[in-house]
């Protein structure tokens, strides 16, 4: 399993900085989750797909 820890910025105003954490799944997909939030995550078939829907 490869995990790596990414952050992002939301466009909204004021911008939010987040670390998430990108988990490639034994199934081939990727499962993204911010980190401190656990219940937030998001499954994609890529890391594109992954951060769109968190």
Same mark, same amino acid.
């Given at each position: 399993?490869?995990? $790596?820890? +990414? !952050?992002? !910025?939301? &466009?909204?105003?004021?911008?939010?900085?987040?670390?998430?954490?990108?988990?490639?799944?034994?199934?081939? =997909?990727? +499962? $993204? =989750?911010?980190l401190g939030l656990p219940d937030c995550q998001s499954l994609g078939n890529t890391e594109?797909? !992954?951060?769109? +829907? &968190?």
């Open positions: 399993m490869n995990l $790596a820890v +990414k !952050s992002t !910025s939301i &466009t909204t105003t004021p911008k939010l900085t987040y670390d998430v954490l990108i988990e490639n799944q034994a199934d081939g =997909t990727v +499962k $993204a =989750t911010l594109t797909d !992954s951060h769109r +829907k &968190t």
